[in-house]
């Protein structure tokens, strides 16, 4: 949504320089630092390494680095590059030269079915869980489509004048498929397994990849719905949670880590673990994040 109005105040080439230090920086960082740092962490805590954490950084960078949570940073950063290379070749400016108005329900029902099919299709050759630096190529068409939507609501103002009644009509239709996928699996054959949805020539697969449309779609309209008409306001601390957000996104791993081994040892019900870990690790996580953005070198990355 926001990439057309950067790329016309900035132009190609520091669009581009942007992206690089905003997206490539944190990427690499978190690929040769920070992900082996985390693995490290896990060894330490489950007693299977005995190195120091210099001689383990030595012995095993290369094997445990990876982009980890940052593969929609590496998604971003190729979307962007290809953006960039499409508004400069064309040398199309993002002026309402032509209009596209909201798409009707009756286009949405046609997108929703003609990506589920070519989502079906590609899973037959890259099923869900086949992935490089951790792109699972079977969830890539939606992403693109959703990529390009973003574009459009900012070129043609679909935020604006997105409709209650359209977005709960496909919210109603997300809760309702959302109700009916315990049963579908039930009654499907797969004994209440997942092995059969993740790709393939069945009907699971072919049911899940229709699916996922639907619910990125209806969901995506509520909340925008919701957070336009009732939320569309900040204060002090939703200021500075906003500002913090990329960071938090970047370092939340360690807290996940970090508070589950914590919290093993309690004598309580995994859920009652699970529900009190979250809010103490947000909250630390946007902490600690809030801190780390503002040391002079990190500001304008983060």
């Known amino acids: 949504y926001f990439t057309p109005s ?13 992206r690089l230090m905003r997206l490539g920086i944190p ?3 978190y690929f040769f630092l920070l992900n082996p740092t985390l693995i490290y962490i896990i060894y330490y805590y489950k007693g299977k390494t005995q190195e120091s954490y210099p001689g383990f950084m030595i012995h095993n960078i290369i094997r445990d680095s990876g982009p980890g949570p940052l593969w929609f940073v590496l998604t971003l950063l190729i979307f962007a590059a290809v953006y960039t290379i499409l508004r400069f070749v064309t040398r199309r400016s993002d002026k309402k030269e032509w209009t596209l108005l909201p798409p009707t329900n009756r286009q949405i029902l046609i997108f929703v079915i003609g990506i589920g099919l070519i989502t079906f299709l590609i899973r037959l050759w890259f099923p869900v869980g086949w992935s490089i630096m951790n792109l699972q190529i079977a969830h ?17 103002s ?5 409709q209650a009644r359209q977005a709960n009509l496909w919210f109603g239709v997300s809760v309702g498929i959302i109700a009916l ?6 009654l ?5 397994g997942t092995e059969a949805f993740v790709g393939g020539p069945g009907l699971p697969a072919f049911a899940n990849a229709l699916v996922e449309p639907v619910l990125c779609v209806g969901i995506s309209m509520k909340l925008l719905l919701v957070f336009r008409n009732r939320f569309n306001e900040e204060n002090a601390l939703t200021r500075r949670m906003a ?9 939340h791993p360690y807290f996940v880590v970090s508070g589950t081994f914590l919290f093993l040892g309690l004598p309580l019900d995994p859920l009652i673990k699970y529900t009190a870990l979250c809010p103490l690790a947000v909250a630390a996580c946007f902490a600690v994040s809030n801190v780390i953005r503002q040391a002079p070198l990190l500001r304008q990355v983060l």
Not at 158 to 162: F, N, T
Not at 181 to 186: A, K, S, T
Not at 188 to 192: A, K, L, M
């Open 140 to 156: 890539f068409p939606l992403y693109i489509c959703m990529y390009v939507f973003g574009v459009w609501a900012h070129r043609f």
């Open 27 to 29: 990427l690499f960082t």
């Open 181 to 186: 996928i315990p049963i579908v699996m039930i």
């Open 158 to 162: 679909w935020l604006d004048s997105l």
């Open 6 to 18: 950067s790329y016309d105040r900035k132009g190609a080439g520091r669009f581009l320089e942007d």
């Open 243 to 251: 500002r913090s957000a990329y960071t938090a996104y970047i370092i």
């Open 188 to 192: 499907g054959g797969t004994g209440g």
